[in-house]
């Protein structure tokens, strides 16, 4: 029996599939994700791999080559393009459209495992990312200020960023032009050189003094204690505190102090990037929404969690909207619904039945004749012949 049949039979279970299916239906259209384009998954991945201080001719040979001499054997791969800089690389690799790109990640991911021994011991671990143009930021935000340049850093990293990272629909937000707060240290050459150290032993103090070790725990008959060793300076003062013990490797017996052959300063890392807005300092916060999400609704949420924010702002700070790609999407839609009204409007004037018209009374001349220059007497168009009026003909041949 087909489903025909049994809905000619049933006709109260046909209705329930209707009414089902059309409430369902503008359930899931109401609930529809509006984007610029489709949710679609490339078949493209990108490593990431950062050495500080690596030359590209050294990135190129000592790890690129290894990383795609080790991802050549993974199955379905279809072209693979890498660009190196300095300290840096990206590796793009692209896959067949029929490939499963969930499964390709873990298979690069498991090969960068196996080749960890053929690279560099202080490379930093690649990260392995799917490229797709749905992950790129939906909004720039630009926050702008006559402040000092690592307090205006500061307070984006640690007050607005988690202020729009908790909206609803918001994936991640991207900063650009960020620098991280870093302590600096200044070596005096002539005052190294008066104590006979060298920019390793200075290092070396470092590493060794300025470090946070488990400390374990100190067990009793009647009680367990957690212990640990505060071994991270808490300020600058306590950063130049650090003792230099070691000269070449030999002990040192007279104390000296980092703050004795250098200045420590509270500053920023090195400025690879600078984001400006009208000449001032700048962050810029990259809005990237989650798989699925409305784009136009996260840009509304976006919106009204900026105005809150705007009336709470340091003096001197300022936020407002540089780039905003939900503009276009809204656009495009009401110009559709505009094609749309304009199109059925125009269907229902081509369709309107056209008026009957009324008859008009034939004015006579002085021969008595009437005559319609509009429709002829005959009914059709064009037909603008003068015919005599029935009864006036009549009279005459009488």
């Known amino acids: ?45 990108n490593v990431s791999l950062d050495w500080e201080g690596a030359a590209p001719g050294v990135m190129e040979t000592d790890v690129v080559d290894v990383v795609e001499d080790v991802v050549m054997s993974i199955q379905g791969i279809r072209d693979i393009s890498s660009t190196t800089r300095q300290g840096s690389a990206n590796i793009t690799i692209e896959f067949d459209l029929d490939r499963d790109i969930d499964v390709a990640l873990q298979e690069v991911q498991t090969k960068l495992a196996q080749a960890q021994l053929r690279l560099p011991d202080d490379l930093d671990p690649p990260i392995v990312t ?62 190294l050189a008066a104590y006979q150290l060298t920019v390793a032993d200075v290092i070396d103090a470092i590493q060794r003094e300025h470090v946070e070790m488990p400390g374990g725990r100190i067990e009793t008959g009647t009680q367990e204690l957690n212990v640990r060793a505060l071994g ?72 009204e969690r900026m105005a809150e924010v705007q009336r709470e702002l340091p003096p001197g700070i300022s936020l407002g909207i540089n780039f905003d790609r939900t503009r276009f999407v809204e656009e495009s839609i009401l110009a559709r619904h505009r094609h749309r009204r304009g199109r059925r409007h125009h269907g229902a004037r081509a369709h309107r039945p056209p008026a009957r018209a009324r008859p008009r009374a034939g004015g006579g001349g002085p021969d008595g004749r009437a005559a319609d220059h509009r429709r002829g007497a005959c009914g059709h168009p064009g037909d603008h012949r003068h015919l005599p009026a029935r009864g006036v003909h009549d009279r005459h041949h009488r």
């Not at 006709?11 to 109401?30: C, E, K, Q, T």
């Not at 937000?173 to 200044?186: K, M, Y």
């Not at 690879?272 to 916060?285: D, H």
Request: charged share 25%; net charge neutral.
């Open 232 to 303: 991270e300076a808490a300020s600058v003062e306590e950063f130049g505190k650090i003792l230099i013990t070691r000269r070449a490797g030999q002990p040192i017996y007279a104390p000296i102090y980092l703050k004795d052959v250098a200045i420590v300063e509270d500053g920023l890392a090195d400025v690879r990037r600078i984001s400006r807005i009208m000449g001032e300092t700048a962050v810029g916060l990259g809005i990237k929404k989650q798989r699925g999400a409305n784009e136009v609704a996260v840009a509304r949420r976006v919106k």
């Open 130 to 191: 799917k490229q797709n143009p749905q992950d790129n930021p939906i909004m720039w935000l630009g926050v702008s200020g006559d402040v000092p340049k690592r307090d205006l850093m500061e307070y984006v990293q640690d007050h607005l960023k988690d202020r729009f990272q908790t909206i609803n629909g918001v994936g991640e937000i991207f900063l650009g032009g960020w620098v991280e707060r870093n302590l600096r240290v200044w070596i005096d050459a002539d005052k």
């Open 1 to 45: 029996m087909t489903l025909s049949d049994f809905s000619i039979k049933n006709p109260v279970f046909a209705w329930m599939l209707m009414a089902a299916l059309i409430l369902f239906g503008g359930i899931g259209y109401s609930r529809m994700g509006v984007s610029q384009m489709p949710d679609v998954e490339f078949p493209v991945l």
